[in-house]
């Protein structure tokens, strides 16, 4: 192994925290990455990690090597874009996570698009609506609705959607029209409770009319945590839906689903693309964030 892969090994350790994960990303064993960084804390005479049973932490001295040895990366990177010349064409794997109702009505039907101007970008999309762990898992970007908070990620916040609240006709017929969005904490009605990722409980909703507001907690015999499986869900007569405009358009224009409490006005919700922020920006990404503004300027649906 030369001293780049070395360098490259302790980088992944340090952002993944766990020499098994950085082994994975980089397609290597665990022994590998494990002797290359002692290789190297050998050669410095520094060290780098403290390792225990459960978990790796960098050191005084190893964050400080980090934050030169990134940089360092992140310069050769760019010296390889200027020897090819501007007109290079971006290439390499792309890792990005998107949240699965967005995976499939925007991002997906698209992807041709971006593959014809970007032939040599192989695009790695997980698809969920958990929050994924973008450095411990080496992901280049990811698409989050919602407050990003996370200090070690650049968020460049894309969209603000609009949100509304739908139910099919079927649950409606079997539970009546609900004339005020209260009706929905008592019986016959019910919502779908969408669950957030990061406690497992349900998000409440916030409802603004003129003066009026309160937030909404609601009734449910069903819960999910996948947004595809929280419409399916709607669509099946289970509750109310509150989502998106986007994941409502196709089924309200095939009478699949029916806005209710149109005077009532939720906050819209943000959608960010998130990056790590000491991690090297490489063309392919650069491309793949000018590619989304462009998608995202020209979906009227959002």
């Known amino acids: 192994m030369d001293r780049f892969d070395t360098l490259l090994a302790f980088v992944r350790v340090v952002e993944a925290g766990s020499f098994t994960k950085a082994a994975q990303t980089l397609h290597m064993s665990k022994t590998t990455v494990s002797q290359l960084v002692q290789q190297l804390e050998a050669r410095l005479q520094v060290?780098?990690?403290?390792?225990?049973?459960?978990?790796?932490?960098?050191?005084?001295?190893?964050?400080?090597?980090?934050?030169?040895?990134?940089?360092?990366?992140?310069?050769?990177?760019?010296?390889?874009?200027?020897?090819?010349?501007?007109?290079?064409?971006?290439?390499?794997?792309?890792?990005?996570?998107?949240?699965?109702?967005?995976?499939?009505?925007?991002?997906?039907?698209?992807?041709?698009?971006?593959?014809?101007?970007?032939?040599?970008?192989?695009?790695?999309?997980?698809?969920?609506?958990?929050?994924?762990?973008?450095?411990g898992d080496n992901v280049d970007c990811v698409l989050r609705g919602g407050e990003i908070t996370e200090p070690s990620l650049v968020a460049r916040r894309i969209v603000d959607l609009r949100l509304g609240a739908y139910a099919s006709p079927g649950y409606l017929q079997a539970a009546g029209t609900p004339a005020h969005p209260q009706d929905l904490e008592q019986a016959p009605h019910h919502m779908v409770g969408f669950l957030r990722s990061s406690s497992g409980t349900v998000a409440p909703v916030p409802l603004r009319r003129g003066e009026e507001s309160f937030e909404l907690k609601g009734r449910y015999v069903v819960a999910a945590d996948d947004g595809n499986a929280y419409l399916a869900a709607g669509l099946a007569g289970m509750g109310v839906l509150w989502m998106p405009r986007y994941m409502a358009e196709a089924h309200l224009a095939q009478g699949e689903l029916v806005p209710l409490f149109e005077d009532w006005q939720l906050p819209p919700m943000p959608m960010y693309l998130a990056y790590p922020q000491n991690r090297h920006l490489s063309s392919r990404l650069r491309v793949f964030i000018a590619w989304i503004d462009e998608l995202i300027k020209a979906t009227q649906s959002l």
């Open 47 to 135: 060290k780098l990690l403290n390792r225990t049973t459960r978990q790796v932490k960098v050191t005084p001295e190893g964050a400080a090597y980090y934050d030169r040895v990134v940089r360092v990366l992140g310069d050769l990177e760019d010296a390889d874009d200027v020897l090819a010349g501007e007109q290079a064409i971006p290439r390499g794997r792309l890792r990005i996570d998107v949240p699965s109702p967005f995976a499939r009505l925007l991002l997906m039907p698209a992807l041709p698009d971006f593959h014809r101007r970007y032939p040599e970008i192989q695009v790695i999309m997980g698809v969920s609506d958990r929050t994924v762990d973008v450095i």
